[in-house]
């Protein structure tokens, strides 16, 4: 399974959705993207976020304030590195995205914290699908 995934991503994808790692701030390819579509997991495909639930967090990371579906990620604590967080994986495969936290905007409060290493932008899929 590694090396099939080893040979579809790249090194910055593998180490961030296998290795739980973390891309640099404001170096993504989608913290500052602005265009429309369904954001899906690099490693299976599975529509994860909606650019209608996109903001700008100053973070340097893409944030939404909610998955696409309930049902689209799961989360697990995360104690990693001396912190206390909510690590965000994607549902179907377990792939690390990145972290949520408390301090989103309306609606919901929450801020979902994902690597752009982790996600590739369908520009095509329908936002309802």
């Not at 180490?15 to 500052?32: L, M, S």
């Not at 700008?56 to 909610?66: D, I, K, L, R, V």
Request: hydrophobic share 30%.
């Amino acid at each position: 399974m590694d090396e099939d995934l080893k040979s579809r991503l790249s090194p910055e994808q593998f180490h961030v959705t296998q290795e739980k790692g973390t891309e640099r701030a404001f170096t993504g390819k989608y913290w500052d993207c602005h265009d429309d579509g369904v954001y899906k997991c690099i490693v299976c495909g599975h529509p994860l976020f909606s650019s209608e639930t996109k903001f700008e967090s100053g973070s340097g990371w893409p944030s939404f304030f909610e998955p696409l579906d309930p049902n689209a990620v799961r989360t697990a604590d995360d104690r990693s590195h001396g912190m206390r967080r909510t690590e965000v994986m994607c549902e179907k495969c377990g792939a690390h995205l990145g972290h949520v936290f408390d301090d989103g905007p309306d609606p919901t409060g929450l801020r979902y914290c994902i690597n752009s290493a982790a996600l590739d932008l369908d520009k095509r899929a329908r936002i309802d699908e």
